[in-house]
């Protein structure tokens, strides 16, 4: 299989629906760029989003490149227990706005940073900022080399033109746009994707005789068969029973806590529209992931029927190696321009997540005293800079940054969700139990990662470089840590303790939306310790070697 | 005392939910699966793992936003009896100025 089997053949159509698309985008953002006015605007699009806008941007930012061709290609490669975890990721939007988005929007905070420094003190934040920001770039690196593949695989143009060139094009029309640009255009992303998916995918299942094509997420069941005849072992679940539970530890925790989905819950209109995105966001992010896993199915069928060996590299490919075979040229051009929509939507939440954080949670911390005019100065500043280091990143990244998104969500669920979520729970947790938990586990989690010290590893292979073996152990730690160094300052401590206490009394009842103080809500240990015993046997079934 | 009760069973309720809808891995390793057992053509364990992490999810979070935001008007109302009277800037106290949008930099409350 050669690069003349994916790419198409026409490439002015290619080109030419990537500037039409870019040129709506650049359109959109240039009419919000007159809209923002203040910061609030431009990292927050002025708290005025609507809740199906609001979801089908939150999808959007979700679903990376991946959704198109990464996931289709991990499906034939490592079959059913990859679409385990794949499965889990819708979990990451309706639990971060049950156990904190709601509570950081009452309190109107920009970023969960932002939250972490009102609730914890400025050492915390600028601690949970630094992890916030690694597992940000780290994000937005893949995804800017993900687009200049998709230029340079799918249209044959040469690598690090199309790297440069089409990072300075995004961080253009996100500059410009800010939020609201960014959410516009994400939700407009985000139709695209699934038109570009969905219909094409019932063109190919018809194409191949399958009886329940108009159904694409779910009506291939006629494949089966083929299926089990070229990999009979594609539906076992191949791993033992602790890689099932790491999916909960690493990546369910992780992605809850991820900062720019936080993000886009913060711009609703209001705090129940907030939480109607939650459904909506199910419904457009469950079709298409069922949708994938139908294209990773047909994928492996045409290629057993055509008889043909399926490298990795083509694998990858599918998708439009698919749309090609059965479709016309015109579809297929339709398609890349939903990868691409993929990619750029994932980097607009992350540029501006970054940018947030940067201009907002660090400069505006350290310099406080500046005008509205000189924060949205900065903020534009903090925008460009950021696009601008994640392409100088791209151009050589590190083989770390790029190994594995899924490890950073481990990095998440160790050093962010504890902070955040017993934060939100608690008023029993202090400054010292969130900072000690956070900088120990993370630190724990990056030194047992088999990309520091390669000898010192949990694990080895698949569930090391994806950071499963490694979060059993942080995530447990991390939690334990934070509940226990908090619990034992009170003790320790007394008088601080005391005061960081009352404190989070008025905070933790105050933004669960009670207009009085009790100092009795969300206040006894006792479901802390229970949580920390619960984490210990998976702290120490981790340990046990795989 | 009872929306705030209602408020963190729920959450433990609803968050329980959630995870087993998305995470039916772990029930299938330790049922065991059979790739002749097939719903719809696809094998059972496959399509119940599908649907209940995308449509169950859906149904969930449908009933969950309806509760929570009719929890949120129960809140409401127990703060108006608890202030004597609807819920206005003056009644409020600290704990929500506290936690009021502030310019950045000048965090309300802000510890250093």
């Known amino acids: 299989m050669t690069s003349a089997d994916w790419q198409i053949q026409n490439i002015w159509l290619g080109l030419g629906i990537t500037l039409a698309v870019f040129g709506l985008y650049y359109a959109v953002a240039m009419i919000n760029n007159k809209k923002t006015a203040n910061a609030t605007d431009l990292y927050l699009a002025g708290r005025s989003i609507g809740p199906l806008v609001n979801s089908l941007a939150a999808s959007s930012t979700w679903m990376s490149v991946a959704t198109f061709l990464g996931v289709v290609a991990l499906i034939q490669q490592l079959h059913l ?64 080399i993900g687009i200049a593949k998709v230029f340079e695989v799918l249209l044959g143009l040469p690598y690090t033109p199309s790297l440069i060139l089409s990072a300075l094009v995004i961080t253009g029309y996100i500059t410009i746009g800010g939020m609201k640009g960014a959410t516009y255009n994400d939700a407009i992303q985000m139709v695209i994707m699934m038109i570009a998916l969905l219909v094409p995918l019932a063109a190919i299942l018809k194409a191949m005789g399958v009886a329940g094509y108009w159904v694409p997420p779910l009506g291939y069941g006629d494949l089966t068969d083929a299926l089990l005849e070229q990999i009979p072992t594609f539906f076992d679940l191949k791993f033992e029973a ?12 992780g992605t809850l806590g991820l900062p720019q989905l936080a993000q886009r819950v913060l711009t609703s209109e209001n705090i129940k529209s907030a939480r109607v995105v939650v459904p909506w966001f199910c419904l457009w992010v469950g079709l298409m992931f069922l949708g994938t896993y139908a294209m990773g199915f047909a994928g492996v069928y045409h290629f057993a029927m055509m008889g043909q060996e399926l490298t990795p590299e083509a694998a990858d490919k599918t998708t439009l190696l698919l749309n090609l075979a059965y479709n016309p040229e015109w579809v297929s051009a339709f398609v890349i321009a939903g990868v691409l929509a993929a990619g750029v939507s994932t980097i607009a ?108 590893v949990v694990g080895s292979g698949l569930v090391a470089g994806l950071g499963f073996s490694t979060s059993l152990i942080s995530v447990p730690v991390g939690f334990i840590l934070t509940i226990l160094v908090s619990l034992a300052t009170e003790r320790f401590a007394r008088g601080k303790a005391e005061v960081a206490r009352s404190r989070a009394q008025e905070l933790v009842e105050g933004m669960h939306g009670w207009a009085t103080v009790t100092r009795q809500r969300y206040d006894s240990s006792q479901w802390l310790l229970i949580l920390a015993a619960l984490w210990a046997p998976v702290l120490l079934w981790g340990l046990v070697p795989w | 005392m009872k929306a705030y009760k209602k408020e963190v069973r729920s959450t433990i309720g609803f968050g329980i939910g959630y995870v087993l809808l998305g995470h039916t891995g772990l029930w299938v390793v330790m049922l065991g699966s059979d790739n002749s057992v097939r719903l719809f053509g696809l094998p059972a364990h496959y399509l119940v793992a599908i649907l209940l992490g995308s449509f169950g999810v859906l149904v969930w979070s449908v009933i969950w936003c309806i509760f929570a935001n009719r929890l949120e008007d129960e809140i409401e109302a127990e703060n108006a009896a608890a202030t004597g009277g609807p819920r206005t800037d003056a009644n409020v106290t600290a704990s929500t100025s506290a936690a009021s949008p502030a310019a950045p930099g000048q965090l309300a409350g802000a510890a250093k």
């Open chain 1, 242 to 253: 602790r890689f099932y539970l790491s999916l909960f530890v690493a990546l369910t925790i």
């Open chain 1, 349 to 456: 939440g992350l540029m501006i997540g970054v940018a947030t954080v940067v201009g907002h949670d660090i400069v505006g911390v350290l310099r406080p005293h500046m005008s509205e005019k000189q924060q949205l100065r900065y903020g534009y500043m903090a925008l460009a800079g950021t696009g601008v280091v994640s392409l100088l990143v791209s151009l050589d990244p590190p083989a770390f940054l790029i190994t594995s998104i899924f490890w950073a969500f481990g990095l998440c669920a160790t050093a962010i969700t504890p902070m955040v979520v017993l934060g939100v729970w608690s008023t029993r947790i202090n400054p010292w139990g969130a900072f000690v938990g956070s900088l120990l586990s993370g630190a724990l989690y990056i030194l047992l990662s088999p990309y520091v010290f390669a000898d010192l």
């Open chain 1, 81 to 144: 227990p990859f679409v385990y975890m794949w499965i889990q990721l819708i979990l990451s939007v309706p639990l971060l706005v049950m156990l904190y988005g709601a509570s950081l929007y009452r309190m109107g905070v920009f970023t969960s940073v932002h939250f972490v420094q009102l609730r914890y003190g400025r050492n915390t934040a600028f601690l949970a900022a630094g992890w916030m920001l690694l597992i940000m770039l780290m994000y937005m690196v893949g995804q800017f």
